[in-house]
Nanobody
Framework: QVQVVESGGGLVQPGGSLRLSCAAS????????MGWYRQAPGKERELVAT???????NYADSVKGRFTISRDNAKKAVSLQMNSLKPEDTAVHYC?????????WGKGTLVTVSS
């Protein structure tokens, strides 16, 4: 089993920045893809950014140039630096770790962008 825990959400004004962090524990050997997803009220969960063990990254068009995903392979941790935040970024952000084809999700952390 893999346990996934996010941290770093909160309230920020438009144009501000936040950094989300996520760490895995338990059976962490074999975790390859790490990523962030988000779900806004009344909407489906969507991909924000992912990174694989080769260092490749993938971003949603809506966050390109504003968000940066980074990983620590040794610690099985992943972070999401979010800059130039917009009200439409308001959502519960979830961390997902994939190990041998099985996805493990955290409980989510709320990001609210509002003045």
């Amino acid at each position: 089993q893999v346990q996934v825990v996010e941290s770093g959400g909160g309230l920020v004004q438009p144009g501000g920045s936040l950094r989300l962090s996520c760490a895995a524990s338990g059976s962490i050997v074999g975790i390859n893809v790490m990523g962030w997803y988000r779900q806004a009220p009344g909407k489906e969960r969507e991909l924000v950014a992912t990174t694989d063990s080769g260092g490749n990254t993938n971003y949603a068009d809506s966050v390109k140039g504003r968000f940066t995903i980074s990983r620590d392979n040794a610690k099985k941790a992943v972070s999401l630096q979010m800059n130039s935040l917009k009200p439409e970024d308001t959502a519960v952000h979830y961390c997902k770790m994939t190990r041998i084809g099985i996805a493990y999700w955290g409980k989510g952390t709320l990001v609210t962008v509002s003045s």
